[in-house]
């Protein structure tokens, strides 16, 4: 009997909605062809399309149309908050000093080795073994006056949520920079940034619908950041350069209909979460949920096999049409387990078999038994798989 194909990996990306889509074609040919910074009625007819989307983004994440700063993606948006903040910094006569959490993107993180390589430093903020922020490691850091303060509202990995407002409301006290990346929160839990002290965050279009290549950087409160591209004078030259129409108008719709659809998704993911969860624990031995005891979103179920190959264990699931992801990856030529399992103390035999589910609205619960029907048997074949190769 041939099974239909399971996608289980929408914190990775996720299909375009019918309705972003249809949003997006007239700018992709015809009559909406013309450039925004134009005057004459070619340019104005996108403009008003580029600001119509600019107001439904905001409107989804509770900030005024003018704080909203359209990038290629949360990748950018975020390297954009870190070196921006920065670099502003030391053009005010400020130490450049970025603290972000261990569990972050590589994203940030590589923003923030980037501070270094340009004279300035980083601080690393741990996390407790759930994956959540030590607070106690925060209040050291403020202390030292970054120039910007970096944690993520939704891990990507294992879905722990961090105490964004508690976050948020100490670096409003020690007058720091507070960015959150929204990547993974948005559309999945309740986001209002009217209600939660954040000064940047960001938005990526494909991880609620909408195309790749797009995303936002929410720039709140007059928070002055230095360019890193250098032009035109689009977006208050903040994010110089002509604008991808087509991209913007998806993201605006996308966003619209997240924040639409998000309490009821909520509810059917986490259920269908919870119900992965336990049918996998009761049919695996010695199976570890990542962040167990944390608040997690709704959409993310990261477990550890323990004594499994990661890499055999994903490709038992792809060849049984499962897509998941890995919580290891390849690096000269070694397979090591992710930096976000690695900050949480979990042991590299456990982390070496860790594998990410993550459900979208496509998910049904025919996907959680078709899942759970087979992961039994894959975690075997990946424990005979690691016992061979000496990982076990």
């Known amino acids: ?92 006569g400020h130490p450049m000093i970025a603290a972000v959490g261990t569990t972050e993107h590589k994203a940030i993180l590589a923003a923030a080795h980037e501070v270094v390589h340009l004279g300035g430093r980083e601080i690393l903020l741990p996390v407790d073994d759930d994956g959540r922020l030590r607070l106690d490691a925060l209040e050291l850091a403020l202390a030292e006056r970054p120039a910007i303060v970096s944690v993520m509202w939704a891990n990507n ?37 009217a209600e939660v002290r954040v ?41 110089p350069g002509t604008e991808n129409v087509a991209g913007i108008v998806g993201l605006g719709r996308a966003a619209l209909l997240a924040a639409r ?53 994903l490709h038992q699931l792809d060849l049984a049409g499962i897509a998941a992801s890995g919580g290891s990856a390849c690096a000269t030529g070694n397979v090591e387990p992710s930096h976000v399992l690695t900050a949480m103390g979990i042991p590299r035999e456990r982390a070496l078999g860790a594998v990410r589910f993550s459900l979208g609205r496509e998910t049904t619960r025919s996907d959680i038994e078709r899942v759970t029907a087979i992961f039994g048997q894959a975690v075997e074949k990946s424990r005979r798989l690691a016992a061979a190769l000496g990982r076990a």
């Not at 909605?17 to 009625?41: I, Q, T």
């Not at 949520?161 to 020690?174: S, Y």
């Not at 619908?209 to 936002?216: D, E, L, Q, S």
């Open 261 to 313: 659809d998000r309490a009821a998704e909520t509810v059917r993911l986490a259920a269908l979460r919870d119900e992965l969860e336990a049918r996998l624990l009761a049919s695996v031995t010695d199976l570890h949920v990542t962040g167990q005891g944390a608040p997690r979103a709704p959409h993310i179920l990261s477990v550890q096999a323990a004594g499994a190959d990661g890499e055999s264990l």
């Open 1 to 92: 009997m041939v099974h239909p194909a399971v996608y289980l990996d929408h914190a990775a990306t996720t299909p375009v909605r019918p309705e972003v889509r249809d949003a997006m074609l007239p700018f992709l040919g015809g009559e909406l062809f013309g450039n925004p910074s134009s005057s004459h009625r070619f340019g104005r007819a996108v403009r008003a399309a580029v600001e119509g989307a600019r107001r439904e983004l905001a409107e989804a994440v509770g900030v005024a149309p003018n704080e909203v700063i359209f990038t290629s993606g949360g990748t950018e948006a975020d390297n954009l908050a870190v070196l921006g903040a920065c670099l502003e910094a030391r053009e005010q």
């Open 157 to 193: 990995e294992t879905g722990v949520l961090h105490p964004v407002a508690e976050i948020g409301a100490r670096c409003r006290t020690a007058g720091v920079r507070f960015h959150t990346d929204l990547v993974q929160a948005f559309g999945k839990v309740p986001v209002d940034l």
């Open 199 to 239: 000064d940047l965050a960001t938005v990526s279009a494909h991880k609620i619908g909408g195309p790749k290549g797009i995303g936002a950087l929410i720039v709140r409160n007059r928070t002055r950041l230095a360019p890193r591209q250098h032009g035109g004078g689009q977006q208050a030259g903040v994010r």
